[in-house]
Protein backbone atom coordinates (compact mmCIF):
# COMPACT_ATOMS: atom_id res chain seq x y z
CA UNK A 1 0.00 0.00 0.00
CA UNK A 2 1.87 3.40 -0.88
CA UNK A 3 1.86 5.75 1.26
CA UNK A 4 -0.38 8.50 0.00
CA UNK A 5 -3.32 5.37 -0.28
CA UNK A 6 -6.64 7.32 1.25
CA UNK A 7 -5.33 10.84 1.31
CA UNK A 8 -7.91 13.29 -0.37
CA UNK A 9 -7.25 16.99 -0.70
CA UNK A 10 -10.06 18.89 -1.15
CA UNK A 11 -9.03 22.68 -0.65
CA UNK A 12 -6.30 24.59 0.96
CA UNK A 13 -5.32 22.94 3.62
CA UNK A 14 -8.10 20.53 3.89
CA UNK A 15 -6.72 16.84 3.87
CA UNK A 16 -9.16 13.85 4.66
CA UNK A 17 -7.01 10.84 5.71
CA UNK A 18 -8.49 7.20 5.54
CA UNK A 19 -6.52 4.08 6.65
CA UNK A 20 -7.19 0.85 8.64
CA UNK A 21 -10.30 1.67 10.07
CA UNK A 22 -9.78 5.11 10.94
CA UNK A 23 -11.00 8.23 9.17
CA UNK A 24 -8.92 11.76 10.24
CA UNK A 25 -10.10 14.98 8.75
CA UNK A 26 -7.47 17.66 9.75
CA UNK A 27 -9.11 21.66 8.47
CA UNK A 28 -12.56 20.11 6.91
CA UNK A 29 -13.21 23.17 4.53
CA UNK A 30 -14.86 22.51 0.84
CA UNK A 31 -15.74 18.83 1.98
CA UNK A 32 -17.69 17.29 -1.02
CA UNK A 33 -17.79 14.16 -0.32
CA UNK A 34 -19.26 11.93 2.25
CA UNK A 35 -17.87 11.41 5.31
CA UNK A 36 -17.63 10.37 8.97
CA UNK A 37 -14.46 11.06 10.38
CA UNK A 38 -13.18 9.48 13.47
CA UNK A 39 -10.55 12.24 14.35
CA UNK A 40 -10.50 15.93 13.52
CA UNK A 41 -7.75 18.00 14.03
CA UNK A 42 -7.95 21.68 13.43
CA UNK A 43 -4.75 23.81 12.88
CA UNK A 44 -6.30 27.74 13.42
CA UNK A 45 -9.44 30.02 12.94
CA UNK A 46 -9.15 31.44 9.82
CA UNK A 47 -12.47 31.08 7.58
CA UNK A 48 -10.41 28.08 5.32
CA UNK A 49 -9.39 25.94 8.16
CA UNK A 50 -12.29 26.40 10.73
CA UNK A 51 -15.20 26.40 8.78
CA UNK A 52 -17.97 25.40 11.31
CA UNK A 53 -20.12 24.11 8.52
CA UNK A 54 -17.87 21.34 7.01
CA UNK A 55 -17.12 19.99 10.91
CA UNK A 56 -20.42 19.79 11.34
CA UNK A 57 -20.51 17.86 8.48
CA UNK A 58 -18.17 15.25 8.76
CA UNK A 59 -18.73 15.26 12.78
CA UNK A 60 -20.67 11.97 14.14
CA UNK A 61 -21.84 11.41 17.74
CA UNK A 62 -17.90 9.45 18.63
CA UNK A 63 -15.95 11.70 16.19
CA UNK A 64 -13.07 13.29 18.60
CA UNK A 65 -12.35 17.08 18.10
CA UNK A 66 -8.73 18.98 18.77
CA UNK A 67 -8.06 22.03 18.81
CA UNK A 68 -5.53 24.92 19.70
CA UNK A 69 -5.72 25.82 23.35
CA UNK A 70 -6.45 29.33 21.85
CA UNK A 71 -9.70 28.20 20.09
CA UNK A 72 -11.75 27.74 23.16
CA UNK A 73 -14.10 30.71 22.58
CA UNK A 74 -14.64 29.35 19.02
CA UNK A 75 -14.88 25.85 19.75
CA UNK A 76 -16.65 25.31 23.57
CA UNK A 77 -17.62 21.47 22.68
CA UNK A 78 -13.61 19.89 21.25
CA UNK A 79 -12.77 17.26 22.67
CA UNK A 80 -9.17 18.27 23.53
CA UNK A 81 -7.52 21.50 23.26
CA UNK A 82 -3.48 21.45 22.87
CA UNK A 83 -0.70 23.44 22.90
CA UNK A 84 2.90 23.56 20.97
CA UNK A 85 4.39 20.13 22.62
CA UNK A 86 1.29 18.43 23.68
CA UNK A 87 1.00 14.42 23.31
CA UNK A 88 -1.86 12.16 22.96
CA UNK A 89 -2.44 8.80 22.85
CA UNK A 90 -5.82 8.11 21.15
CA UNK A 91 -7.38 4.51 20.28
CA UNK A 92 -5.80 4.14 16.94
CA UNK A 93 -4.18 7.35 16.54
CA UNK A 94 -1.01 9.03 18.67
CA UNK A 95 -0.55 12.44 17.85
CA UNK A 96 2.17 15.35 18.61
CA UNK A 97 0.95 18.98 18.58
CA UNK A 98 3.56 21.38 16.77
CA UNK A 99 4.08 25.09 16.64
CA UNK A 100 2.90 26.91 13.30
CA UNK A 101 3.19 30.41 12.76
CA UNK A 102 5.38 32.85 10.41
CA UNK A 103 8.24 34.01 10.82
CA UNK A 104 8.37 37.29 9.56
CA UNK A 105 4.74 37.54 8.23
CA UNK A 106 1.55 39.11 10.15
CA UNK A 107 -0.63 36.76 9.07
CA UNK A 108 -0.13 33.74 11.45
CA UNK A 109 1.23 34.94 14.96
CA UNK A 110 3.68 32.74 17.14
CA UNK A 111 1.74 33.87 20.50
CA UNK A 112 -1.43 32.68 18.92
CA UNK A 113 -0.52 29.34 19.29
CA UNK A 114 -1.89 27.33 16.83
CA UNK A 115 -0.74 24.17 15.49
CA UNK A 116 0.43 21.68 13.27
CA UNK A 117 0.23 17.99 13.82
CA UNK A 118 2.44 14.91 13.70
CA UNK A 119 0.79 11.53 13.78
CA UNK A 120 0.21 8.18 13.49
CA UNK A 121 -2.37 5.97 11.94
CA UNK A 122 -2.05 2.31 10.58
CA UNK A 123 1.78 2.51 10.94
CA UNK A 124 2.09 5.40 8.85
CA UNK A 125 3.30 8.91 10.58
CA UNK A 126 2.09 11.83 8.85
CA UNK A 127 2.72 15.30 9.77
CA UNK A 128 0.35 18.20 9.03
CA UNK A 129 2.24 21.48 9.17
CA UNK A 130 -0.28 23.57 9.16
CA UNK A 131 -0.53 27.23 8.03
CA UNK A 132 3.62 28.37 8.48
CA UNK A 133 6.71 29.06 7.51
CA UNK A 134 9.84 26.89 7.88
CA UNK A 135 10.74 26.68 11.25
CA UNK A 136 13.76 24.95 13.01
CA UNK A 137 11.86 22.34 15.27
CA UNK A 138 10.96 20.64 12.41
CA UNK A 139 14.34 19.22 12.16
CA UNK A 140 12.57 17.20 15.17
CA UNK A 141 10.19 15.45 13.26
CA UNK A 142 10.54 12.49 11.75
CA UNK A 143 7.71 11.73 9.61
CA UNK A 144 6.63 9.29 6.24
CA UNK A 145 4.03 11.67 4.51
CA UNK A 146 4.51 15.32 5.10
CA UNK A 147 1.73 18.02 4.30
CA UNK A 148 3.38 21.52 3.65
CA UNK A 149 1.95 24.95 2.61
CA UNK A 150 3.82 26.38 -0.26
CA UNK A 151 2.07 29.57 -1.15
CA UNK A 152 4.44 32.14 -0.43
CA UNK A 153 2.53 34.96 0.18
CA UNK A 154 0.46 33.63 3.94
CA UNK A 155 2.47 30.46 4.54
CA UNK A 156 6.38 29.44 3.19
CA UNK A 157 6.86 28.87 -0.36
CA UNK A 158 8.30 26.17 -2.79
CA UNK A 159 11.74 26.36 -1.63
CA UNK A 160 11.05 26.32 2.30
CA UNK A 161 9.35 23.81 1.47
CA UNK A 162 11.34 21.84 -0.21
CA UNK A 163 13.58 22.65 2.86
CA UNK A 164 10.84 21.53 5.75
CA UNK A 165 10.54 18.21 4.18
CA UNK A 166 14.08 17.69 3.99
CA UNK A 167 14.22 18.48 7.47
CA UNK A 168 11.53 15.93 8.52
CA UNK A 169 12.85 13.32 7.17
CA UNK A 170 9.75 13.03 4.51
CA UNK A 171 9.26 10.29 1.98
CA UNK A 172 6.60 11.75 0.82
CA UNK A 173 6.10 15.76 0.36
CA UNK A 174 2.45 16.60 -0.27
CA UNK A 175 1.82 20.98 -1.13
CA UNK A 176 -1.40 22.03 0.32
CA UNK A 177 -2.47 25.99 0.66
CA UNK A 178 -1.54 26.62 -3.08
CA UNK A 179 -3.99 26.49 -6.16
CA UNK A 180 -6.30 29.55 -5.04
CA UNK A 181 -5.70 33.34 -5.66
CA UNK A 182 -1.64 31.77 -4.86
CA UNK A 183 1.06 29.60 -5.41
CA UNK A 184 1.08 28.28 -9.12
CA UNK A 185 1.53 24.65 -10.58
CA UNK A 186 4.69 25.35 -11.65
CA UNK A 187 5.62 26.73 -8.31
CA UNK A 188 4.97 22.75 -7.18
CA UNK A 189 6.49 21.04 -10.27
CA UNK A 190 9.56 22.77 -9.59
CA UNK A 191 9.42 21.26 -6.17
CA UNK A 192 9.66 17.97 -7.43
CA UNK A 193 13.20 18.05 -8.78
CA UNK A 194 14.49 20.19 -5.51
CA UNK A 195 13.02 17.42 -3.62
CA UNK A 196 15.41 14.43 -2.71
CA UNK A 197 12.09 12.22 -1.97
CA UNK A 198 8.83 11.78 -4.10
CA UNK A 199 6.33 14.45 -4.79
CA UNK A 200 3.01 13.59 -4.53
CA UNK A 201 0.92 16.54 -6.43
CA UNK A 202 -2.34 15.26 -5.56
CA UNK A 203 -5.55 16.52 -7.33
CA UNK A 204 -8.19 18.70 -5.73
CA UNK A 205 -11.47 16.70 -5.17
CA UNK A 206 -14.44 18.78 -6.86
Known sequence: MELTTGVTWFRGSSVRIRRGVHEVQVDPYAVSEPSAADY?????????NFSEADIARVRGPQTIVIAPASMKKQLQDADHFLRPGDMLQLEGLDLLAMPAY???????????????????????????????????????IRCDVAFLPCDAQYTMGPEEAVRAGQACG?????PVHWGESWGSPEDVERMRSAFSGEVKILPRAL
Do not use: C, I, R
Open 102 to 140: NVEKKYHPQESGWLGYMFTLDGVTYYHAGDTDYLDSMET
Open 170 to 174: ASVLV
Open 40 to 48: VLLTHQHYD
